[in-house]
């Protein structure tokens, strides 16, 4: 089991199961989302149990995204592709540990000009 929580919580959640190997996205949408690059995992949606589940604001940030918050501090949670079976939660909001590790690096076309990526990892331009 894996437990998580946003900032002030009053949004927490636990996960089922191991985590999948998280990604980082370095999108302009998940900067701009999280205030720097996004790391998170995917999980089944039945595997996730959300408290404070009214707690929870969305952006819909495309036709096929919306993105979780929590609507009193704001901290980004989720990542939800909608009609999916599966919803991404960000690395930052769970307790640690995760048993886990980046494995790879995506829309690193769209990176920060701010920062490298020097980890070794796989990297996908888009």
Not at 1 to 26: I, Y
Not at 31 to 42: F, M, N, Q, S, V
Not at 80 to 95: E, L, N, Q, V
Request: charged share 20%; hydrophobic share 35%; net charge neutral.
């Amino acid at each position: 089991m894996h437990r998580g929580s946003c900032l002030c919580g009053a949004v927490r959640f636990e996960v089922a199961g191991d985590l999948t190997p998280p990604t980082a996205c370095h999108c302009t949408k998940c900067r701009k989302h999280t205030g720097h690059y996004e790391a998170g995992t995917d999980v089944l949606k039945a595997d996730l149990v959300v408290f404070g589940e009214e707690k929870v604001g969305w952006y819909q940030s495309s036709e096929k995204v919306r993105r979780g918050f929590c609507t009193l501090c704001g901290s980004s949670l989720f990542f939800d592709p909608i009609h999916h079976k599966r919803i991404g939660i960000y690395m930052g909001a769970f307790d640690t540990p995760t048993n886990t590790h980046l494995a790879m690096h995506i829309f690193v076309a769209d990176k920060g000009d701010y920062y490298d990526i020097a980890d070794g990892l796989p990297q996908n331009q888009q």
